[in-house]
Each structure stands twice: as C-alpha cells, then as structure tokens.
C-alpha cells in the first residue's frame, strides 16, 4: 500500500524539500521548516499520486481509498493543537490548500477557517474571549468556500464579486470605508446574508458538517488541477499533466485575532532589482491574501522600506509612522525573530526565498517559503551576490540563471528626453521593471485584440494570467509590491505599476479616471515599472547598457561552454551589436536584403529582366561595387571571425515590382515595354515559391550570379588585407539536395577566386560550405562533405520539409494543433529533436565520417532558443548562430549544457 499522506508538526515531518514531486513545493517546504526548527502550524500533506488517482478513477472511489488514513490526520493535528474537528466547544480548524511541484497561480485558491459552523462560531467566540474574531473567521470561511468550491461567481466580468458587493452594501449602511470597522453583529448579518446569497443562487446550503466541508475542499483541489486556467498555466510553463497536485491540510493560526496580530509576505531579496535587502509587507488584524489582494494598503515589514515607500506615495514621515509604520517599528521583538527565520530560510535554501507568515497575538508563524520569482536582472544579480558571499559555487550560479530570462536584460527602456516631455497622469509602486507602451485595456481577455496593450486593473487574479502574458505592461490601482499582479509579473518579465491609488477604474464605463484626465478604453499610456510612473501617449524608448553583472556572468558561461556562438546579421550595424553581446562570428549573413536599397533593387530588377546573359552580365556588374562595399563593411565588422555569406536565395519573384504604378515606371526607365514586363513576372510565379526556382538553383541556371557575389566577396576580402583587416568569409551555398548541385557552384567559386587572385596579384583565404536544410542533403551529406568545407543546418526549412509544413501557412493550422496537444510545441520555435533532430545528428556525424574536422553549425531560429542549443551541444556542433540579441542567451545556454550533459559527441575541435 502506497503512503498517501505525510504528517508534519512540532519540529518532525515525515517529508522534506527534496520530495516536492510527491509533496508539492509547498507541502515539501512545510515539512523541511519544521526539521529545521521554524515555528509552522501542523498539518498534513496529501500527495501528488492522490490527485492522479482522482482524475483516473474519480472522486467517489478515491476518497474511500483515502477516508481512514484522513481522519488520521486529521486526529494528527487535533492532537497537536489540542482541539477537536467537529467540535461545538473547542472547533479544530484548519487551512486546505494546493500545491504543485511547481508554484502554479492557475489553481484552486486556498480555503481558510474550514471546520466553522454556526454552533462552532460561538465556541471559537466562547474559547478565545474574541467574538469579533470568530465572526469575522466565519465570514470569511463561507466566503471562500463558497466561491471556491460551491462556484459562487460574479455574473459578469464587469460585475464585482457577489460576496463583496454584500459587504460593500453594508458598508455603505453603516458608513465605514473599511472591512475591519464592520462591528460583530454586522459580521452576523454578512454570514446570514452570504448564506442566503448562497442557496439562491446555487440552490444548494452552505455545508454545516465540517467533514463534508473538508471533502469538499480535498475534491476541489484536485478538481482545479484540470481546470481551464491550470491547463493554460501548464501549457504556457511546459508542465505535464501527469504532475499533480498536492493538498495541505493546515492548523489555522489566526492573524485576524485584533491589533497583536497580523499576517504578511516578505522577500530575503529585492525580487525586482536584486538588492540584498529583506523586505516585504503586512497588514496588522488581516488574514490570508488580505495582504496580497490588496484591499488595505499594506505597511512595510522594514523601516527602511517602509521610508522608501513613503518617499514613493508622498507620505510625509510623521504620516507613515503613526498610520503606516513597519513591523520593525511596531512589533519589534517580532520582527527580530522574522529577520532570523529569513536569514536561516535562505542559507539553507542557498536562494532568494518568497515567505509567507502570520503573527497570532504576537507568536510568529511561518506558512510558506520557496525560491522567489524574481526578475531577469535580480535573478543575474542574486547569483553572483550569493556566488560572492560564498553561499554556492560558481557553477551553481551559472546554472541558476535561467537563459530565457537574460532577453529581460536587454528590454527596451524609455528615453530621456521623451520622459522629460510626457505628460505624468499617474503614479504608484515600481513593482516590476522595464518600460512599456501601449493602448489601456481593461479585461484580460481583451488584451488579445490589441498589438499593444497595458491591461490596466484595480487588482489582478490568476483567472488574468493569459492577458497578463500578452500585455505590454500592467498597471493596478490597489495592491503593494507583494500582490498578484507584481509578483507575477516580476516572473514574467514584465513592467508593471501596482498601488497606483490616484487612478480611478470604472469597469462599467471602460474607462479611468487620473491625475486631471479621463483615459478610456483604446488609448495609448506608457508605463515606467522602474520609478512607478504613467504618462499619457507614446514615450519613445530606446536599448538599455548591460551593467558589469551581465558580462561577469557571460564571462563565466564562457569557462564551462565549448560551443561558440556566432549571430545572424546583414548589416555591419547588427554585427557589431551581437560582437558587444560576445558573439564570435557571423553564421549567417543573407545577401538578399542587400538588393532592396534605392539604387540597388532598380539594378536587380533590371537583371531579372535582361533578356540574355549579356543583358545579366551588364545589370550585375553594376550590382558589384555595391556588393563589394556591404562585404567590406561586415567582413570589417567581424575582423578576427569567421563570416558565412550565402548566396543569393530568395526566388527571383521577390524583387519585382507588382502594382503596375511602379512597373510602369521601370517600363519608362529600361525602355521595355508594359507587357515584356508583366510577361517576366507572370513567368517568374510558382506554385510553391518555397520549393521553386530559389537558393542554389538560382545560381546553377543563372552561374553568372554565384561569379559575380564570389568576385564580390574576395575581391572585398583582398581590399581589407590591404588595409590590414583580418577578414575570413566563408561562402555559403543554399538549398543544396544533391553533391552535384554543390559541386558545379563550388566550381564557379573557385575559378572566380582564381581569376581575382591573378588580377589583383594577391591571394586570400577563403571557404566554400553548404547549407543543410532539405532532407536529401541531410541523407547524403557524407557524399557533400567531400566537397564542402563547412555545414550549416538551416533548421528553418529543414523543419519545413521535414514536417511538410509551408512555414507561410501554418499558422492556419499551428495554434490549433498547440491547443489540441498534437504538436508540444511550435516545431519552428522549438527544434523538433525527434525528427528533425535525427536529420541534423545523421548529417552531422555523415559528413564528418568523410571529413573529421569538418565544421558544423546552425543558423535557423532554433539557434537562440535554449533547449535547441543543448541540443546541439549534444550533437557536436562547432556553434550555434542567432540573431544578435539573443547571443547572450545562447552563451548561457551553451554553458548550462556542458555542465549538465558532460559528453558531447565526436570530439573535434
Ligand atoms: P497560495 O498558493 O495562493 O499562496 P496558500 O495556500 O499559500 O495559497 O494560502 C493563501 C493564504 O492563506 C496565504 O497568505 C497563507 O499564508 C494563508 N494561510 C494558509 N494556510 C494558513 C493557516 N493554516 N493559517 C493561517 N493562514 C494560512
Ligand atoms: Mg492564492
Ligand atoms: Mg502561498
């Protein structure tokens, strides 16, 4: 018989931290904190094999299964607490609550105070002297369950939740702005009116057998796990159902006890910048997510902080420590022994934790931890300091930094001069950096229609994590540096603004009201998530400068990786950008874009339509010197590194006019008549343009353009050693599926090279290799490697050949596929290891059975995204190329690879 359930309590735990996949992160956690002596309430953990049970074999059987060893546990706890489930007199309560393997916010929310009833409400009153308390606990027992479990939810998302709009009526009556001014016998009336709410709406009591609550909840749990927002949660996290998730029954501690008590969220680091500075907020009489939903404004647990925080909301000092003091100040024996428990959580963590505690009538209660969300540079910044304070090794921090999360580095922030014009209408908390733009929306499944959008909200919920994702940006009206919205935006990367209390949202009118404005639905605001500020309109923004973090870490990447990284650029511009990220070379350079300027394209169109090779020959030689110029200029920019220039690849189509304005025009500057024009155009129309007359074919029936960019790229090449540049161009044949076609235009090269040689009475060095991106190529690359000097998998259109899938068309069919689980993942954003991955491994070790040292790359998309690069490691690659901003992430990528797969196959260079 399997163990389904897990005690912990008084210093002993059946679990600990190393079995989250059985316990969840959460129920792991809470038995590792009693092991190492940090005061939490008992309870017990269900494991994660229960909810697979459930979802297998349904809820009847499965709590059959699990009834008697529950009422253990449930004895477990009464014993410890020494109370009684159940009971009139002295109720036992407890917390139910989820909790994956991974912190998952698409789940069930948790349920507090369970096991109250009307008879238990006046035993709990009797016991603890306290009956504001337990009406305000049973209050807020039925509004929980009744939402969580029962369903009891707002009609429409305009309209506020049922349960608050009670509260709100009555606090309207009796005239007070605030939950905790409510008297005992308004609280009475809220559970009669709730009730009520309840059985009209649902047409089913509010559950008074606390037993029938607990299995209420337990199902609910697991229910939640295969919910719409769980599944999303997993689909954009790439967590498999099969995972489960865990429940935690839970001794309440009460933070709603009176003005001795409170409850809190508190971070060991700055999840936004880094700093190694604790911090955090409380609310003083609250409970739960009191803190985090953002109803009251939080206080600060630091004095430091809260004074930072003051400065931010204009508080003047007298204000902030009479109304608003820390915890520091107001509790400070209390706050002494959070400041040790933190310190101790994350040495024994050796991470940035995320805490969650309760202070009863001043005894302290630890509820959660685990390693904080934080942002791109915190999470940079946490591992070197860590690293430095001697807390993990350098590997460790290497591996502790997520290579994704790098790109948040490099986000665009707003320009001086633009701030400096704007218009400020707002102002609230920096709860997440970075600098965003867009139109104000205000629900998070609208968020979609727009390109851009700030979804703007007087507080977030998990049910708006997909229009979160999409957003540009979030703003809220209410919450502190701890709500939904900033925490999970600190994990997203994204900007956002929380607590911005001078913003007025009105749902209904889709509109807000702010500092001498009114913005409506549509239109543009800026946002700034490092100083807390909104302005109206558009702010131009601009590329951040890396601090000296980033090239430490890259630097130490650097020590672990042997794959080099190289970029995908056309432009001296883009090379230089991807060199100060630390690329080593280009392994891509298209030439098309070359043909698109001014002059240039009016030259290339009059090629197509030359009517002979004379006519091409007269047209391409024109196109030369420009050439030669762009060749110059990257080979420079890359002095010292390898450039793979390809060849010509787009079909011809591309680069002729088709409105007859302008073909009109060419007309009168050729000289060709209307319809000589439009008959080459009709003539250049494929049916299938990406399997048609382009890449290598273009110049195997046309040779005299393959002669022309070779003469181009080595005549660039002797200009350069003249002056004294290391230049080393290496050419690049596209779309080769045969040795044949490779042959006959490294042949063309050659003689080219040789004829340039004699003329300019200096030789250079050079290579000539192919692109491997049709499947043939792949299946007979021993063959191509005799003639090659160098591989470069172009995953792009090996993945569409490979799958037959028309990169221009698939987003017809792509999402549907995503969202029915027929493909895991977009095969063009993530390398298909499983089939295409065999093409590039068999090319990879066939071309090197013909030549060892052969050099092998890769220059599709897939060359920036990590899992792609380990991949490729794995396979042996030289290097990987991407484009230049995503350099950095591939380096990281690289070195996590060597560290975690140690082997990599044939060992070359
Ligand atoms: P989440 O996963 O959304 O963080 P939690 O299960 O951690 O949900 O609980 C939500 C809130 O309720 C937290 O503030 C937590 O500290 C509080 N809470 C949970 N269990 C208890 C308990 N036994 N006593 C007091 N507060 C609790
Ligand atoms: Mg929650
Ligand atoms: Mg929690």
Redesign the pocket.
Known sequence: MKKFFYTFGNGEAEGKASMRDLLGG?GANLAEMNRIGVPV?P?VTITTDVCTLFTERGSEETMQMIWSDLEKSIHHIEQLTHTIFGDKENPCL??V???ARV?M?G?M??I?NLGLNDQAVEGLAKKTGNERFAWDSYRRFIQMYGDVVMGLKPESKEDIDPFEEIIEAKKEEKQVSCDNDLTTDDLKALVTAFKEAIYQRLGEHFPTDPWQQLKGAIEAVFKSWMNDRAILYRRLHQFPAEWGTAV?I??????NMGDNSA?G?AFTRDAATGENLFNGEYLVNA??????AGTRTPQQITKIGSQRWAELQEVDEATRASQYPSLEEAMPKIYNELDAVQQRLEDHYCDMQDL???IQEGKL?I??TRNGKRTGPAMVKIALDLMDEGKITEKEAVMSVDPAKLDELLHPVFKQEAVAKAEQIGKGLPASPGAATGQVVFFADEVAKYEKAILVRIETSPEDLEGMHLAQGILTARGGMTSHAAVVARGMGKCCISGAGDIHINYKNRSFKAEGCEMKEGEWISIDGSTGLVYKGMVATKAPTVDGNFARLMAMSDKYSEMKVRTNADSPRDAQIARDFGAQGIGLCRTEHMFFDGERIKVMREMILAKDVEGRCKALNKLLPFQREDFEGILKAMEGYGVTIRLLDPPLHEFVPHQEAQQRELSEELGITMEEIQNTIHNLEEFNPMLGHRGCRLGNTYPEITEMQARAIIEATIQLKKEGVDARPEIMVPLIGTVKELEMQVDIIHATAKKVFEESGMEVDYQVGTMIEIPRAALTADKVAEVADFFSFGTNDLTQMTFGYSRDDVSKFLPIYLEKGLLKNDPFEVLDQEGVGQLVRMGTEKGRSTKPNLKVGICGEHGGEPSSVMFCNTVGMDYVSCSPYRVPIARLAAAHAMITQKKRVNETK
């Open positions: 959460k309430p309870g407890v917390s609550r989820s909790g912190s916010p789940m929310d948790t507090l935690n839970q001794a309440m501690v009460f933070g409850t969220v409970q739960g997510e009191d803190v985090v969650e505690f309760t209660w509820l959660q």
